[in-house]
């Protein structure tokens, strides 16, 4: 964050917003009110203007200030406490975890929503978040260790609720308004709940912000200060996700308001945490105040609905992208597990094992499946050209593109020393998102080759605009992913909006995303086949560079290295993988964040054995996916490319699970 | 349809073909559940269909065959199964035209419109039929099918007639907070207009005919009745039940709030026949 | 290495003041001045680290940003004040970074390589634990791995920022030996940035010192090492006296 000039005051800015928010509500409210005292002249026994002001206009235009203030709170909580300016309260799953427990609850426990929608959603962010302390508890609770099990539990039971969204659409129709977070409301009794459940939080609160503002100082020096670190993170995090929670389960996910309000306020000036809160719950407020005011305005206009979730993270993200060049991202240690002995993997022991280990793993999954009367069975030779034309060109690009996609992977998270780097959130599959989407809505039905060609120039879209990027100056890669982060969240608005009208286009959307394989030819394998070999061949070149770039900027550039060419180069070769991959099978595997993690833990670490341990690892773990999809719910199958996120993810959870020794 | 209905239509199938005949009847899969019903009510039942897990549950009529095949679900349906079915021909809908090219390595397809925005009512259902019936060598019973079904409209307009019915707002309860309203080029509205009843919702709805709007719209101090289709989520009632907003509503306090049982909204003529019967029989219920 | 009334600011601050300069292409160079003096700014500048605002500096006759990157990593080796953690990488692995200059990001790590690599380990004396991490090692191991990783560059001038802040005695005189050794065997340069005045004078055969981004004494350590210079330096009050057995100038802080 850039060092706020002494004269700039928080609270001009609040005020501001403040103006503008109450405005815009007075704006929409002002005539059912005159006509209110109108009629108190002269009283009518049911009057359906005074009602709908009374108990949905009023209700909603406070809920709106209420939730925004909560979350924003939750988020400048957050922030502080994991040091991350991007921490917000969907970095931990917490929405997640709602999310997937309304989903489960609507389908196999309906009378339990009886209860209340609101109870099923706690229960869901409160179970996500025990999974995130319990995951880190072996790591000291260290504020990377959180941001990263909260973000591989977000994206599980993301992609398990997707997938019961795909199965069971009809019924869970409700899951796409509640995920896009709308304020409607029809009395005071959640706006009461929620103030309720607010207030519990507000002396806790009160209670942790002076610790709190030490971890301003680095964790050792905290601790020399008699702070006790880990249980001020722990309760900090609580009482963020109880925050968030809350807000979560009356009204559904609102989106980056809990992010932006925050940086907001520490842009205007806040410097301190104390004031940091304080403006960013004020902001925060008037900011959903603001919104959904403008909104019921402007609905008056269109017909279509319009859920306010999903507008705050259309307006939020082009803001975060805006942000971005003000934002310091300091660059962090990495912090990934270094293992205790050196096992030295030469190249060729990698690539021998994990391609025979590979094709062990392809004959398996070619063999062994279900015939019609759905029982299981090994095809025997009689049934070849049927294999051939049905299965093997599935299995082939599966594995292509997770080896590509595994590939990339690597590539990000060596350049940018992030661990949670991944070609899913470059933007590339982003991009080829939004122009497909684009085109859908534009154009109305597409045929197959005109949405890949849409998909191919978002995706190249994206290429351009990062090379323009690069060509600037040297680029900072953590702001490129970070880019490419609020990019992939617009996208997730734009589709959450089409889904919540319940538009059917948006169905075909979305199994487009989910990554499917079934209808694979044997040229269209052959082309993925042969897209992988030349570009993992390719990557194999800059192998050095990806032992040097982790050393930071200085020594690299000691040696000789160009930073600027090098990193661009190699993002570039990271977005062209990309691109390849998403055609095939989609944006949403997350195999790339979790290929080159699954060749760490094998003890693998030279560069070029990296590189070859990730495509085999990635091309192995969409095998695996793409058997599990074909087979697991038979004869339904399952969109390949969300069930590789699926086995996937437990995975990660596991590797996380595991003591780590810190250095 | 359950395993073991499958399991026996499946293994009848040689059998089937061996049967001597003249002119075999034409094996076709539907990838849409509109195409599916009418060619169940053309007595020329598919050999497989999408998503045939959930016909009872939300098509209902007509009950689905046994021995149908269930070919999971779009976006990627079963296309392994869907090969060693070998059917002769396989129907599509503009809805799932990006299965099409897959489709076409296994037999040929023809994707029939079954949604068309059309100055007359049920135009489009009775074009379906219409194709329908000239594809699968079953003209005659497609012109029936139209003459029974206009018959049953004209019957059932004319018991709405006698009943005098208030204008009917049709939704399906999405939560506790919102619901999606029906009107526009929608069948259901295309139904009413078959049979003589007014739609209390006029405002504007998508191309597809529906509006998903939160309850405080629906908000309004004429009397109407209020249609809920099933399923209703358990959560509804009782939170609907403490907002003053919803039981101060006229159509509320005057207790005009029915639920009927699930129609397919994009359906054809059967599934039309089916709304209508199942208005008009609840509507004259209401009314002795 | 010429340096042409060069100067960094950052705003309205001037971190190096217009210095003009030459640092001598053998010996050892001590840089030595106060904290804030310039002396990191401006050793990164010589490592090309970092662009002056103004002025230009010279290499071998040609302007630094004339230079190739690699070609130039051949040329002049860097040590910075904060070398990071090297997760995961083995000693061995690391300092055969320091031949990427030689050959690139695509040519063979050759026999001659491997040699230098070998070399640069054995006269660090981290040849014992070539094969650990350099994450799991103690401070004074972690600088020398770099410092050989640096030799391995084998550079014609070494740029060492703080190069002794983690060792200990016995450590820092042999480290301040070796880099002296180096340039009397190999016809090398080197330029240290020292905070311990007394190591400069005993193994420097010139110092430099740095005040507020200026240039405020250079010279040989026997003309360096008077009371009025030092204070001068660091605002303290110093006297000098002989050391005696090896009769160098040795400073102490008065009072």
Same mark, same amino acid.
């Given at each position: 964050m850039t060092i706020p000039k002494?004269?700039?005051?928080p609270y001009i800015l609040a005020v501001a917003l403040a103006v503008l928010a109450l405005g815009t509500a007075i704006v929409l409210v002002a005539e059912p009110v005159r006509d209110l005292l109108a009629s108190?002249?002269?009283?009518?026994?049911?009057?359906i203007e005074r009602m709908v002001l009374l108990y949905a206009t009023l209700p909603r235009l406070s809920m709106a200030f209420l939730a925004g203030a909560a979350l924003a709170a939750s988020g400048a909580i957050l922030q502080q406490v994991l040091r =991350?300016?991007?921490?917000?309260?969907t970095t931990l799953g917490i929405d997640a975890g709602a999310r997937l427990a309304i989903a489960v609850t609507t389908l196999?426990?309906?009378?339990?929503?009886?209860?209340g929608r609101d109870i099923v959603a706690l229960t869901g962010s409160a179970l996500s978040t025990l999974l995130v302390f319990f995951l880190v508890r072996r790591r000291g609770f260290s504020a990377l260790a959180i941001v990263l099990a909260g973000l591989v539990i977000g994206l599980y039971c993301g992609a398990a609720s997707a997938l019961l969204v795909l199965l069971k659409d009809r019924i869970l129709a409700s899951l796409f308004i509640w995920g896009s977070g709308s304020l409607s409301q029809q009395s005071w009794d959640p706006f009461l709940s929620l103030l309720g459940r607010l207030a519990l939080a507000v002396i806790p609160v009160l209670l942790i912000i002076r610790p709190l503002?030490?971890?301003?100082?680095?964790d050792d020096s905290v601790r020399a200060l008699g702070l006790p670190v880990k249980k001020l993170r722990v309760a900090a995090v609580a009482i963020a996700a109880a925050l968030s929670a809350f807000v979560t389960s009356a009204v559904g996910v609102i989106g980056f308001i809990g992010l932006v309000a925050p940086v907001i306020a520490r842009l205007s000036g806040a410097r301190r945490f104390g004031e940091r809160l304080w403006w960013s719950t004020v902001m925060g407020g008037c900011l959903l105040l603001l919104t959904d005011a403008t909104l019921q305005i402007l609905a008056g206009v269109t017909a279509e609905f319009v859920p306010t979730g999903a507008v705050t993270a259309v307006i939020g993200s082009p803001l975060l992208l805006l942000l971005l060049p003000r934002l310091k991202v300091a660059a962090r240690p990495s912090a990934t597990a270094t293992p205790?002995?050196?096992?030295?993997?030469?190249v060729s022991t990698v690539v021998i094992v994990g391609t025979l280990g590979f094709l062990l793993l392809v004959g398996l999954a070619v063999l062994a499946g279900r015939g019609p009367y759905g029982e299981w069975q090994i095809s025997s030779l009689a049934q070849l050209d049927y294999v051939i034309t049905w299965r093997l060109p599935r299995i082939v690009a599966a594995a292509s593109a997770g080896a590509l996609l595994g590939t990339a992977g690597l590539i990000l998270q060596r350049v940018t020393g =992030?661990?949670?780097?991944s070609p899913e959130v470059l933007g590339v599959s982003a991009g080829a998102i939004l122009a497909v989407t684009l085109a859908l809505f534009v154009f109305g039905a597409l045929d197959v080759f005109w949405r890949d060609v849409a998909g191919m120039a978002g995706g190249i879209g994206v290429l351009g605009l990062l090379v323009t990027l690069g060509s600037?100056?040297?680029?900072s890669p953590e702001k490129v992913l970070l880019g490419g982060v609020a990019l992939s969240a617009l996208i997730d608005a734009v589709v959450g909006v089409l889904s919540a009208t319940g538009d059917p286009r948006a169905f075909l959307l979305l199994g487009w995303m989910s990554g499917t394989?079934?209808?694979?030819t044997v040229a269209g394998a052959l082309a993925a086949g042969l897209a992988a070999a030349v570009l993992i061949s390719v990557s194999v070149l800059p192998s050095r560079w990806l032992a040097i770039l982790?050393?930071?900027d200085s020594p690299a550039r000691a040696v000789g290295l160009s930073l600027g060419r090098s990193r661009f180069l190699l993002l570039f070769l990271a977005a062209v993988l990309t691109a390849a991959a998403t055609p095939i099978?989609?944006?949403?595997?997350?195999v790339g964040l979790m290929a080159p993690h699954i060749v760490q833990a094998a003890g693998i670490r030279r560069p070029l054995a990296c590189v070859f341990g990730s495509a085999i690892a990635g091309a192995g773990v969409m095998t695996v996916a793409d058997w599990v999809a074909r087979t697991a719910a038979y004869p339904v199958q399952l969109p390949t490319g969300l069930v590789a996120a699926m086995v996937g993810a437990p995975f990660l959870m596991i590797l996380l699970n595991r003591r780590v020794a810190t250095a | 349809m359950d395993r073991r209905q499958f399991v026996a239509s499946v293994a009848a199938l040689p059998f089937l073909q061996q049967r001597p005949r003249s002119n075999p009847p034409l094996r076709v899969a539907s990838m849409d559940w509109a195409l599916a019903e009418t060619m169940i009510a053309l007595g020329h039942d598919p050999i497989a269909i999408v998503a045939a897990a959930d016909w009872n549950r939300y098509?209902?009529?007509?009950p689905l065959p046994r021995g149908v095949a269930d070919l999971g679900?779009?976006?990627?349906?079963?296309f392994e199964l869907l090969a060693t079915l070998a059917p002769d021909l396989i129907l599509t809908s503009p809805f799932v035209q990006d299965l099409e090219p897959v489709l076409q390595r296994i037999a040929p397809v023809q994707r029939i419109s079954i949604f068309e925005k059309s100055a007359v009512p049920l135009a489009q259902p009775r074009e379906v039929t219409r194709v329908l019936g000239d594809s699968l060598g079953r003209t005659d019973a497609a012109r029936s099918l139209l003459a029974t079904a206009d018959q049953a409209f004209d019957g059932y307009r004319q018991r709405v007639r006698a009943l005098h019915p208030l204008p009917v707002l049709l939704v399906n309860f999405?939560? %506790?907070?919102h619901v999606r309203v029906y009107g526009g080029a929608g069948l259901y509205q295309n139904v009413l207009d078959r049979i003589g009843i007014t739609n209390a919702w006029t405002r504007e709805t998508n191309y597809w005919g529906y509006s998903t709007v939160g309850?405080?719209?629906?908000?309004?101090d004429t009397d109407l009745r209020l249609i809920a289709f099933e399923p209703?989520?358990?959560d509804a009632q009782s939170t609907l039940a403490r907002s003053p907003l919803w039981s101060h509503l006229p159509f509320v306090r005057a207790g005009h709030v029915s639920v009927l049982p699930s129609v397919?909204?994009?359906? %054809?003529i059967p599934s039309a026949l089916r709304f209508a019967r199942l208005l008009v029989g609840h509507l004259e219920r209401l009314s002795r | 290495m010429t340096l042409d009334d060069v100067s960094v600011s950052i705003g309205e601050t001037a971190?190096?003041?217009?210095l003009s300069l030459s640092v001598s292409s053998r010996g050892v160079t001590g840089l030595v001045g106060q904290n804030g003096s310039g002396k990191s700014t401006l050793l990164k500048l010589l490592a090309r680290q970092q662009m002056p605002s103004r002025g230009t500096i010279t290499f071998d006759g040609k302007?630094?940003?004339?230079?190739r990157d690699r070609e130039f990593a051949r040329a002049v080796a860097f040590l910075p004040q904060h070398t990071p953690l090297?997760?995961?990488?083995t000693v061995r692995e690391l300092v055969s970074l320091g031949r990427y200059p030689w050959?690139?990001?695509?040519g063979r790590f050759s026999d001659a390589d491997r040699q230098k690599v070998d070399e640069a380990m054995s006269l660090t004396s981290t040849a014992g634990v070539s094969e650990r991490f350099v994450d799991t090692l103690s401070g004074g191991e972690r600088q020398r791995a770099w410092l050989a990783m640096l030799i391995a560059q084998d550079a014609r001038l070494l740029l060492l920022d703080?190069?002794?802040?983690?060792?200990?005695v016995a450590h820092q005189l042999s480290v301040m030996a070796l880099v002296r050794r180096l340039t009397l065997e190999r016809d090398l340069a080197a330029l240290i940035v020292l905070h311990d005045i007394n190591l400069a004078a005993r193994y420097c055969d010139e110092i430099i010192a740095l005040k507020n981004g200026a240039l405020v004494a250079r010279g040989a350590p026997g003309d360096f090492m008077t009371p009025a210079r030092l204070e001068e330096i660091y605002d303290v009050e110093m006297d000098v006296f002989r050391?005696?057995?090896?009769g160098v100038p040795v400073a102490y802080v008065r009072s």
């Open positions: 002494a004269y700039r005051k108190r002249v002269n009283p009518e026994p049911y009057d =991350n300016p991007l921490a917000s309260p196999f426990i309906p009378s339990l929503i009886g209860f503002s030490l971890l301003d100082l680095d205790q002995t050196a096992q030295a993997f030469s =992030n661990e949670m780097a600037r100056s040297s680029i394989t079934g209808g694979t982790p050393l930071g099978i989609g944006p949403l595997t997350f | 098509v209902v009529e007509p679900l779009h976006p990627e349906i079963n999405i939560d %506790a907070r309850i405080e719209t629906l908000a309004t209703v989520p358990p397919l909204m994009f359906g %054809a | 971190i190096l003041k217009p302007p630094l940003h004339a230079w090297a997760t995961g990488l050959h690139g990001a695509l703080e190069p002794l802040s983690a060792l200990d050391h005696p057995e090896m």
